[in-house]
């Protein structure tokens, strides 16, 4: 009852040009059906997320471990909320991130739990960058 | 099942088949001599009445799997089809899912009386623990089947309900996989979902004769709580017990049509009529009525893995019950704190299962915890406890000699209080839907309200009219064919003029012979061509909001009640939360924004819209359609006409509905007055 082989292989790696995507904006792609947020962040944003004591997080995990080191205006986050599956919704709570509408999770704009029932962050999916304005997820 | 039958049938060939196989002489001892005590009260009915709604459960099932399609593309629309075109489609359909309700309303009824009468006790704990299996069947098999219309309930509660497994370490998220079929909930799913849901009933099944079978072994337990000593305590099967349960099913009934034919949406979630969309999360994700005070456990637990252990102990713990509860006494008539206990109990689950259709925050969270407690408390302290420190009453000596001393009973109105709570508990799921930041919508007296209700004709015709002229530009009807202008019940044209009204639309068909697509004029058979090839089209073209369907608009609409108005709903059977919200939009524009409130950019002001910052600018004003039957040419005129006309649009069949409804109606309460009757005489002697 594992996915078959036509699944496994619509599953393969995609490419997304980011070039669009303006300072302040976030794009959602779908990714072997999950939705996945890439969002351009604001310095305000990043510096937000780099404030934070990372000791002082339900699941710690520094802001430079969730983004690639020289593209750190890039936050790339599977947008399913750890708890139950729901969808958080993008600039929404009180840390600039996600937030969850179905059990009230807060995420920040790193996408790390903050507040709420979720147990961890969003989790990033596997990507790299093949140029600056152009990734792969998978 | 009790042991070799001394029956001998009288004709040859029958007795023929009973020395091969004595099939007969066990349906014989089973269930026509089969002694049952003389003294069960109706609550013991609901045995007969689980059977019952078992077997059209699997009934209207396997017909309506006939008609359905699993396919994550096409089955929305194949329950929709099915209503629409299906002889009596709609009424296998609120067959089926009010059954799934009823079912389990019937199932707690039917546990409530085991623990109230201690029947889990020896020598009946084998019987208990196949009825706690039987009833974990039941929660899947009904999970699974409420996935199949793949609304955005159905999505939405899959995903959530899957991800549980996710909380089980190391191998949790394999588990999802495999229930998946894939990376995230979707077409595979659906398939296996659907493969199960067919299979569990007949699981069911077989264990319902295991059920039935430790029951006729054990003997049935009594409200007495004493066992038969002589034939005294005893009357045979049939005709006794025969008849009494054919009235209780008789009564069920009334209840069960009630809901079929005048509230078959009460129990359902209006967000369950938008096909699922992986990529929006309904606000308020609330399963059944019948799964929600679990699903207030769940959430009154703040770690995940201990929520899913939390929630599923609830019921597996059901199953040491004979072992917790180790009190000699088996009735709560006699044990005087384990009664007043078991209420409390009852009325902890109805408060858990409204909090679980609320939203999860303050003083609900709060409440579940002290509720989640009380739940566990009452198996895991109380009942261990009261086994040892509580002094009962002594019971009678035989049942003969109770039910000489028994006094007169009020069954009617135990029932009446048992009706009003269940609609209390089911009613709050139309809570969850309120606080969504909208003014309430204002009532309307609508033609097709009420048990006689029927649509206004002309405000049928006239809101078709306002639909093609305004509202078509952007909104599809693409679940509506022009045939279906000329159908009975709808706006009351001929066949012809559905003909006419469809040549004047242009149909995209093909490929012809040469590959290339066409356009011809409109058929009757076609169905309402929609303004935008495709949702991306329609989003880009709005402004990134795309304008949806309105087939089923007036059902996928809804705005909480609120208490205790879903109660009072129940009785008056309003169910136009849908039509008011719909024409309360259409009228609640207002240029000038109220302070506090920012609209952004592209987006207008609605007074009734969740949010208020509504995509559609203001459709209707007044005399922009004519009419030529002398109706006033208004904005309230036109929403009320094109809100008629979208009701039908919805439930184009309602007015055979509620004809067919009264009909049955007529029936049962006659047939029930006769098996009330039947009942009496029978009994005459016995009591």
Redesign the interface.
């Known amino acids: 009852?594992?996915?078959?082989a036509s699944?496994i292989a619509a599953?393969a790696p995609i490419e997304v040009d980011l070039s669009p995507v303006a300072e302040g904006q976030d794009i959602?792609v779908?990714w072997?059906?999950?939705?996945i947020y890439i969002s351009h962040r604001t310095k305000k944003q990043i510096d937000e997320a780099r404030a934070v004591p990372v000791a002082s997080l339900p699941d710690p995990q520094s802001d430079e471990a969730r983004v690639k080191s020289g593209h750190e205006q890039w936050l790339v986050v599977i947008g399913i909320c750890t708890?139950?599956?729901?969808?958080p919704i993008a600039h929404e709570g009180n840390y600039d991130g996600f937030f969850c509408?179905?059990?009230?999770s807060q995420y920040d704009s790193s996408g790390r739990i903050r507040q709420g029932?979720?147990?961890a962050n969003l989790p990033v999916p596997p990507y790299q960058f093949v140029s600056d304005t152009k990734i792969q997820i998978g | 099942m009790s042991g070799p039958s001394d029956y001998q049938p009288s004709n040859p060939a029958l007795q023929w088949i009973e020395r091969r196989l004595p099939i007969i002489g066990l349906i014989h001892s089973s269930f026509v001599v089969y002694p049952t005590p003389r003294n069960l009260n109706y609550w013991w009915t609901f045995g007969a009445i689980l059977s019952f709604m078992l077997g059209m459960q699997i009934l209207t099932g396997v017909i309506l799997a006939m008609h359905y399609t699993p396919h994550a593309d096409l089955a929305f629309k194949s329950v929709e089809l099915l209503v629409r075109d299906v002889n009596y489609g709609w009424l296998l359909r609120n067959m089926h899912a009010c059954g799934a309700s009823m079912f389990f309303f019937a199932v707690y009824v039917h546990m409530l009386r085991g623990l109230y009468y201690g029947s889990y006790k020896e020598p009946r704990e084998v019987l208990w623990i196949l009825g706690v299996i039987i009833y974990l069947l039941m929660m899947a098999t009904g999970f699974m089947g409420y996935v199949l219309p793949w609304g955005q309930m159905s999505f939405?509660g899959a995903?959530?309900i899957?991800?549980?497994f996710s909380a089980i370490p190391y191998v949790g998220e394999s588990i999802v996989?495999?229930l998946?079929?894939?990376?995230?909930?979707?077409n595979?799913t659906l398939n296996?979902f659907f493969s199960l849901h067919y299979l569990l009933p007949f699981l069911i099944a077989g264990v319902v004769v295991l059920h039935v079978w430790a029951l006729h072994v054990a003997g049935q337990n009594n409200p007495d709580g004493v066992e038969p000593k002589t034939e005294k305590d005893t009357v045979p099967f049939t005709p006794h017990a025969t008849i009494k349960d054919g009235f209780g099913v008789a009564c069920f009934l009334l209840l069960y049509a009630w809901f079929i034919f005048y509230m078959p949406n009460y129990l359902g979630d209006a967000d369950n009529y938008i096909p699922a969309n992986?990529?929006?999360?309904p606000?308020?994700?609330v399963p059944e009525w019948y799964y929600l005070p679990f699903y207030a456990i769940l959430?009154s637990i703040?770690?995940?893995l201990a929520g899913v252990i939390g929630m599923f102990s609830a019921i597996i713990i059901l199953c040491f019950l004979p072992w917790l509860d180790s009190a000699r006494t088996r009735s709560s008539k006699y044990r005087p704190l384990a009664k007043q206990f078991f209420w409390i109990f009852v009325v902890v689950c109805i408060l858990l299962g409204y909090l679980g259709a609320q939203?999860?925050?303050g003083i609900y969270v709060i409440a579940g915890r002290v509720l989640t407690v009380c739940y566990f408390a009452y198996f895991l302290i109380v009942l261990p406890l009261l086994s040892r420190i509580e002094t009962p009453r002594p019971v009678p000596n035989s049942i003969s000699e109770a039910v000489l001393a028994k006094s007169g009973k009020a069954v009617a109105s135990i029932a009446v209080a048992l009706v009003a709570a269940g609609a209390l508990f089911v009613g709050t799921l139309q809570d969850a839907r309120a606080e969504e930041g909208g003014t309430k919508p204002p009532g309307n007296s609508w033609s097709f309200a009420g048990p006689f209700g029927k649509y206004d004709r002309g405000a049928l015709q006239r809101g078709l009219k306002v639909y093609k002229e305004v509202c078509s530009n952007c909104h599809g009807l693409s679940y509506i064919a022009f045939r279906n202008l000329a159908e009975a019940g709808g706006p009351g044209y001929s066949t012809a003029q559905a003909a006419a009204f469809a040549s004047d639309y242009k149909i995209k068909d093909g490929p012809n012979d040469a590959g290339d697509m066409f356009e011809r004029p409109g058929r009757p058979a076609d169905y309402f061509p929609s303004p935008f090839p495709n949702e991306q089209a329609a989003r880009a073209a709005n402004g990134g909001a795309a304008p949806p369907d309105l087939s089923l608009i007036t059902k996928a609409r809804s705005y909480g009640r609120g208490f205790p108005m879903f109660i009072i709903d129940f009785f008056s059977q309003y169910q136009e939360q849908g039509p008011d919200y719909v024409s309360a939009v259409l009228q609640g524009f207002e240029e000038k924004v109220p302070e506090g409130v920012t609209i952004p950019e592209g987006s207008y002001y609605n007074k009734y819209f969740p949010g208020h910052a509504i995509k559609m600018p203001k459709p209707l004003s007044d005399g922009q359609v004519t009419y030529d039957d002398g109706s006033p040419t208004t904005v309230a005129q036109y929403s009320k006409d094109v809100t008629t006309f979208l009701m039908w649009t919805a439930e184009p069949h309602m007015e055979a509905r509620k004809r067919l409804g009264l009909q049955v109606f007529v029936f049962l309460i006659l047939f029930a007055f006769l098996m009330y009757f039947t009942k009496k005489k029978v009994w005459a002697d016995s009591h």
């Open positions: 009852m594992n996915p078959d699944t599953g959602k779908f072997r059906g999950k939705p708890h139950l599956g729901c969808i509408p179905c059990h009230g029932p979720a147990p | 939405w995903t959530v899957t991800n549980l996989t495999l998946w079929g894939g990376y995230s909930v979707g595979p296996r992986p990529g929006v999360t606000p308020h994700i959430r703040p770690n995940k939203p999860p925050e």
